[in-house]
Nanobody, 122 residues
Framework: VQLQASGGGLVQAGGSLRLSCEAS????????MAWFRQVPGKEREFVAA????????SYADSVKGRFTISRDTAKKTVTLQMNSLKPEDTAVYYC????????????????WGQGTLVTVSS
């Protein structure tokens, strides 16, 4: 499966951004899609995940209530709506895919898109 992320940019604190991840390749019925983020010098951090078939979601505590992950099965797209952004949300955001259930460890995901930079100014 190939993943293409887009939608990053510069936004002021309190603002919103919408990231998209377009998937292509094989069918995704049993896939779980996720967003991670990474800042220089730190490990890649789990942000949110969603199951492709049922749309069940999972979020990191740091983004609960502010970020929303969703998927459009017809367009094979996963979206991360980010509201009430904070400077500490600044990072390169990556979308990822795996089969066999949720995982919050980046090593559990074999498929990755390129990163998209999100910068939140104070």
């Amino acid at each position: 499966v190939q993943l293409q992320a887009s939608g990053g940019g510069l936004v002021q604190a309190g603002g919103s951004l919408r990231l998209s991840c377009e998937a292509s390749g094989r069918t995704f019925t049993n896939y779980n899609m996720a967003w991670f983020r990474q800042v220089p010098g730190k490990e890649r951090e789990f942000v949110a995940a969603i199951t492709w078939n049922l749309g069940t979601t999972s979020y990191a505590d740091s983004v609960k209530g502010r970020f929303t992950i969703s998927r459009d099965t017809a367009k094979k797209t996963v979206t991360l709506q980010m509201n009430s952004l904070k400077p500490e949300d600044t990072a390169v955001y990556y979308c990822a895919a795996r089969t066999m259930g949720f995982a919050t460890r980046s090593a559990a995901y074999p498929n990755w898109g390129q990163g998209t930079l999100v910068t939140v100014s104070s």
